[in-house]
């Protein structure tokens, strides 16, 4: 009830809010601030919200099924503690350039991760070097004109009432998803149905040309934090889990996590929160004070890159700490659609170099 009186207060500000996002969106619609086109394919994953909606799983789609080609990811680097261009290499860490980049550049060893605020800064460092950018939530960042745009929409939040900043999570106006190639609606239900599915198309209003695809979460296994060893989420039936989590939305996992157990500790920390050593003190003693013979720490695949930060082993190496990747998935036809899309635009825009 408390939520719902202060949004009614910050409903003002979220107006004046949404006038300056709409002039902004005029003003490049009209040429007036200039966008920097570059001679390269550039991929934009993003959203009109804060957090929550895959764009990381996304990217990381994009990255395997552009194998063939030399990529660079460019992000902002959410939550560093530095500022301007960083390459990642062996030596950084989510401080450095974010847990997002880190995370890239720990699975993926042939593609470049780099940070930069400015995205145009960003891409002029890089295209001499590589065949195609891929943007990590840079849709809002209308200075560097993307020629492939992909915005994600949450499937469970289509349809419901959301608010501009600052009395909702909307950081865009929804006008704005007419100028996307590509409308993806994530953590789809399996399966899905048809008429579930013709609902988030006649939610979202697409323009002729603009396909609504539709994408889903497929979970691997739980990976230890420390150790080389992984294990299934079956064989974690009827344990008592402790989840720890730094993330926008965690609901999908627990979700997935209650299909094992339903004895469930949760410790929920804002997106990209900077752990400390107290938070997870309290955190292991309540896992070392449970009475349960079987139980076991996950947490999220984000949040371990913050999690292995220098001065959180000591607390943790002995214990079962395990992280549960996430990968995105495409519905049959619409996979095909979508891979389509991506690979003729990647070629044809190719340059010779």
């Known amino acids: ?13 979220s107006f004046i809010y949404g006038m300056a996002i709409v002039l902004r969106k005029k003003l490049y619609d009209w040429g007036i601030i200039p966008s920097v086109k570059f001679d390269l394919p550039i991929i934009c994953v993003g959203n009109l919200a804060v957090g929550g909606s895959g764009k990381t799983p996304t990217t990381e789609y994009l990255v395997r099924l552009l194998a063939d080609y030399k990529i660079a990811i460019l992000s902002r680097g959410y939550g560093r503690k530095t500022k301007g261009f960083i390459l990642a290499d062996e030596n950084s860490t989510a401080e450095s350039i974010g847990d997002e980049p880190l995370q890239y550049h720990q699975k993926f060893k042939n593609v470049t991760v780099a940070v930069c605020e400015d995205r145009v800064k960003g891409v002029n460092q890089l295209k001499d070097d590589h065949d195609l950018v891929i943007l990590d939530d840079a849709f809002q960042h209308r200075h560097i004109q993307a020629g492939f745009n992909i915005l994600l ?25 007419k100028r996307a190639d590509v409308l993806l609606v994530t ?31 497929k979970y691997g296994n739980l990976e230890h934090l420390y150790k080389d060893e992984n294990r299934s989420l079956e064989s974690i039936r009827d344990f008592e889990i402790f989840l720890l989590t730094g993330i926008a939305n965690p609901q999908p996992l627990i979700e997935e996590l209650q299909k094992q157990s339903k004895n ?14 107290d938070d997870l003190k309290k955190f292991k003693s309540a896992f070392d004070h449970a009475n349960g013979k079987e139980k076991i720490i996950i947490t ?28 995105v998935e495409l519905f049959e036809e619409d996979k095909i659609t979508f891979d389509e899309l991506i690979l003729n635009y990647v070629k044809s825009n190719r340059r010779n170099r």
Do not use: C, W
Not at 7 to 13: A, E, K, T, Y
Not at 192 to 216: D, F, G, K, T, W
Not at 264 to 277: G, L, N, S, V
């Open 153 to 177: 929409f949450e499937f469970r939040k289509l349809g419901t009432l959301q608010f501009l900043l600052p009395a909702g999570n909307l950081r865009d106006v929804f006008s704005s998803r």
């Open 1 to 13: 009830m408390l939520i719902k009186y202060l949004r009614l207060l910050l409903f003002p500000f």
């Open 264 to 277: 469930i500790h949760h410790e929920e920390f804002p997106d990209h929160y900077t752990f400390k050593i």
């Open 187 to 217: 953590k789809s239900p399996v399966p899905l149905l048809h008429v579930a599915q013709q609902a988030s198309i006649n939610e979202l209003q697409p323009n002729n040309n603009q396909p609504v695809l539709h994408s889903y979460l």
């Open 300 to 327: 999220t695949e984000k949040d371990s890159q913050r999690l292995r930060a220098i001065g959180f082993e000591d607390l943790l190496v002995n214990l079962p700490v395990y992280y549960l990747p996430i990968e």
